[in-house]
Nanobody, 119 residues
Framework: QVQLVESGGGLVQAGGSLRLSCAAS????????MGWYRQAPGKQRELVAT???????NYADSVKGRFTISRDNAKNTVHLQMNSLKPEDTAVYYC?????????????WGQGTQVTVSS
């Protein structure tokens, strides 16, 4: 089991920045992939960014060049630095952890944090 707690959401004007953090209850070096997803009202949850335990990252096209995901293994924390925010970035942002137990993928989610970007 992995518990995830997000923080750092809030209200910001377009063009501004926010930094989201996700604290995990276990050593994240043992977690294969950690990531951020988001869900806007009336839309499906979508991938924002992921980072694996080797440090390789993956981003949605809509956030490339604006968002940066990073992990601090010593603090069991993953961050999402969001710059040049746009109103369309408004959503609930969820932290995700993926592990593999006996060859079976296990997925864990945080409770979500609201990000609102005003125009």
């Amino acid at each position: 089991q992995v518990q995830l707690v997000e923080s750092g959401g809030g209200l910001v004007q377009a063009g501004g920045s926010l930094r989201l953090s996700c604290a995990a209850s276990k050593n994240i070096f043992s977690i294969n992939v950690m990531g951020w997803y988001r869900q806007a009202p009336g839309k499906q949850r979508e991938l924002v960014a992921t980072i694996n335990n080797g440090g390789s990252t993956n981003y949605a096209d809509s956030v490339k060049g604006r968002f940066t995901i990073s992990r601090d293994n010593a603090k069991n924390t993953v961050h999402l630095q969001m710059n040049s925010l746009k109103p369309e970035d408004t959503a609930v942002y969820y932290c995700n952890a993926q592990t593999i137990v006996l060859l079976v993928p296990q997925y864990y989610w945080g409770q979500g944090t609201q990000v609102t970007v005003s125009s």
